[in-house]
T-cell receptor
Framework: AQTVTQSQPEMSVQEAETVTLSCTYD???????LFWYKQPPSRQMILVIR??????QNATENRFSVNFQKAAKSFSLKISDSQLGDTAMYFC?????????????FGTGTRLTIIP | GAVVSQHPSWVICKSGTSVKIECRSL??????MFWYRQFPKQSLMLMAT?????????EQGVEKDKFLINHASLTLSTLTVTSAHPEDSSFYIC?????????FGPGTRLTVL
C-alpha cells in the first residue's frame, strides 16, 4: 500500500520568486514512480514532472525541479521564476514501477497562488 | 501528445435519471482505464479500474450497480451514473493508461437537481 502526504494546503508567492512544495510518501515497493501534477482552474490534470525511484538524479523540466530524498521518502517540487500561469492545485502522486493495473495514489494537494 | 476527450463536459440532470459519460483516447490505445471523482477543493478519488473487455474493479465504498463502467474498446470507456441523486454531483475524470504513462480527460461536471 502507498500513502502520499502533502502538508501544505495553501501557499502563495510573489511572481518571479521561487517556491517549494512538500511531499512525503510511504511505500512497501522497491521500485516506483513519483509524480507532480498540476490542476489549473480549468481542472485539466497536467503532468509537471516524473521521477523514477531507481534514478538518483533529480528530474528537471525547465523551471520545475524536484528534490528526491529516497531514504527520507521525500519528494518536493521547486518552481523557479514563478509565473501567474503557475497558479493551480498541485498534487503529488506515486505508483509502483510495474504499472499494470496499479493505481496512482494522490496526496491531498497544495493550492498555489502566484501574486502579481 | 496524447489526446483524451470526455463528453459531455457539463451535464445537469434531475434526480432519479441516469447519465452516461463517455471517454475516448483519440490518438492512442489505452490498456487500462481509471475513473475518478473529485469534490470541490479535494483530491482525486479513484472509483474503479477497468481493462478492455473485462469487468471493472471498484474501489471499496463505490457501488458497482450505481456506477456502471463499460470498457468497450481500447479507445472508448463509459461511466453511467444510474438513478442519480444530488449527492452524486461531482467532477468525474477518466484517465486512460498506456504503458508507463497515464493521461487524464478534461473532466465532466455533473449536477443533479
Amino acid at each position: 500500500a502507498q500513502t502520499v502526504t502533502q502538508s501544505q494546503p495553501e501557499m502563495s508567492v510573489q511572481e518571479a520568486e521561487t517556491v517549494t512544495l512538500s511531499c512525503t510518501y510511504d511505500t512497501s515497493e522497491n521500485n516506483y514512480y513519483l509524480f507532480w501534477y498540476k490542476q489549473p482552474p480549468s481542472r485539466q490534470m497536467i503532468l509537471v514532472i516524473r521521477q523514477e525511484a531507481y534514478k538518483q538524479q533529480n528530474a528537471t523540466e525547465n523551471r520545475f525541479s524536484v528534490n528526491f530524498q529516497k531514504a527520507a521518502k521525500s519528494f518536493s517540487l521547486k518552481i523557479s521564476d514563478s509565473q501567474l500561469g503557475d497558479t493551480a492545485m498541485y498534487f503529488c502522486a506515486s505508483t509502483p514501477l510495474n504499472f499494470g493495473n496499479e493505481k496512482l495514489t494522490f496526496g491531498t494537494g497544495t493550492r498555489l497562488t502566484i501574486i502579481p | 501528445g496524447a489526446v483524451v476527450s470526455q463528453h459531455p463536459s457539463w451535464v445537469i440532470c434531475k434526480s432519479g435519471t441516469s447519465v452516461k459519460i463517455e471517454c475516448r483516447s483519440l490518438d492512442f490505445q489505452a490498456t487500462t482505464m481509471f475513473w475518478y471523482r473529485q469534490f470541490p477543493k479535494q483530491s482525486l478519488m479513484l472509483m474503479a479500474t477497468s481493462n478492455e473487455g473485462s469487468k471493472a474493479t471498484y474501489e471499496q465504498g463505490v457501488e458497482k450497480d450505481k456506477f456502471l463502467i463499460n470498457h468497450a474498446s481500447l479507445t472508448l470507456s463509459t461511466l453511467t451514473v444510474t438513478s442519480a441523486h444530488p449527492e452524486d454531483s461531482s467532477f468525474y475524470i477518466c484517465s486512460p493508461r498506456r504503458a508507463d504513462t497515464q493521461y487524464f480527460g478534461p473532466g465532466t461536471r455533473l449536477t443533479v437537481l
